[in-house]
């Protein structure tokens, strides 16, 4: 059983950054890929970015392409979510997901596919 909590969430105007935190407890994440997905009010929770274990490849969403920044560090048992140069658009819960099944795989962006879910942190941009 893994537990995620994220925090880092919070208001910031757009064109600024925000770095997303989650904390994982209960394993190591070392054998997981770790994805970053998000809801907006009214619309469904959309992929949003993943590190595959392993060699630590990346896959983004084409709407975060170039200002998000996936990074984990295996030793403190942490993923991170950078984001840069945000949009009102960006505007939703962000949820920290982790991936035991597949962990190899580099492009899971069904949220089914991911086994441990945070709690989700909130981000508002505004314009």
């Known amino acids: 059983q893994v537990h995620l909590v994220e925090s880092g969430g919070g208001l910031v105007q757009a064109g600024g950054s925000l770095r997303l935190s989650c904390a994982a407890s209960?394993?190591?994440?070392?054998?997981?890929?770790m994805g970053w997905f998000r809801q907006a009010p009214g619309k469904e929770r959309e992929f949003v970015a993943r590190m595959a274990g392993g060699y630590s490849r990346t896959y983004y969403a084409d709407s975060v392409k170039g200002r998000f920044t996936i990074s984990r560090d295996n030793a403190k048992n942490m993923v991170y979510l950078q984001m840069n140069s945000l949009k009102p658009e960006d505007t939703a819960v962000y949820y920290c997901?982790?991936?035991?099944?597949?962990?190899?795989?580099?492009?899971?962006?069904?949220?089914?596919?991911?086994?441990?879910w945070g709690q989700g942190t909130q981000v508002t941009v505004s314009s």
């Open positions: 209960g394993r190591t994440l070392s054998g997981y890929a």
């Open positions: 997901a982790a991936d035991r099944t597949s962990p190899a795989s580099v492009v899971v962006i069904t949220s089914g596919s991911y086994d441990y």
